[in-house]
Structure formats: C-alpha cells, structure tokens
C-alpha cells in the first residue's frame, strides 16, 4: 500500500501565495506521476497540476503561471506552489499519485486526504 500525507494550506488573503506538500510513503516501486486535484462545494474534482517522473508537467489552464508543481524523486514528494491566488482557488486540495508497488504490478491511482485551500478577505 501507499500513504500519502499532505501539508500546507491554510487561509490566505486574494494576491497571496501558498505551497502544499505531500509525501508519499510506503510498499513503493516506482511512481509514474504525481499531482494535485481540487474540489469547490458543489463542483467536481478537477486537475490542478500533475508532473511525471520524467519531469513533464501539465496544468489546468486557470492556474497556468501562478501556480508551479514540482517534485522530488528521491523523497517521493510533490509540492506545489501557489502564487497570486484568487477567491476562484478557494477549495480542497487532493495530492494525487499514480503507483505501482511491484515491477510487474499494474499502476494505480492513490489519494491523499485533501487539504483546506481558502482565499479570502
């Protein structure tokens, strides 16, 4: 099994930054991709930010240039970095990571307990 384990978010004021960390832990061989999720009452889960193990990244174009993913393969952590926030961030954050915990196991999806994001006034 994997465990994840987040931290980071909080309230911030709109203009403000924020970064979230998660650590990924456990019966681990290889991790193909790690992200960030969000959901806002009353919406769907939606993509924040993904990196491969490679270093590709890709990002929901509403955070394209505020927000910034990175990861350290060596700890198994992602971070995320979030800058110049708006009201529309405001949501719970989920860290992501696609897995496998044997060489010829299948990949598969494992997710964090989400994290409080609010950009408020």
């Known amino acids: 099994q994997v465990q994840l384990v987040e931290s980071g978010g909080g309230l911030v004021q709109p203009g403000g930054s924020l970064s979230l960390s998660c650590a990924a832990s456990?019966?681990?061989?290889?991790?193909?991709?790690m992200g960030w999720y969000r959901q806002a009452p009353g919406k769907e889960r939606e993509l924040v930010a993904t990196m491969t193990n490679g270093g590709s990244s890709n990002y929901a174009d509403s955070v394209k240039g505020r927000f910034t993913i990175s990861r350290d393969n060596a700890k198994n952590t992602v971070y995320l970095q979030m800058n110049s926030l708006k009201p529309e961030d405001t949501a719970v954050y989920y860290c992501n990571v696609r897995a496998r915990t044997k060489r010829f196991s299948n990949d598969y999806d494992y997710w964090g307990q989400g994290t409080q994001v609010t950009v408020s006034s």
């Open positions: 456990g019966s681990i061989f290889r991790i193909a991709v």
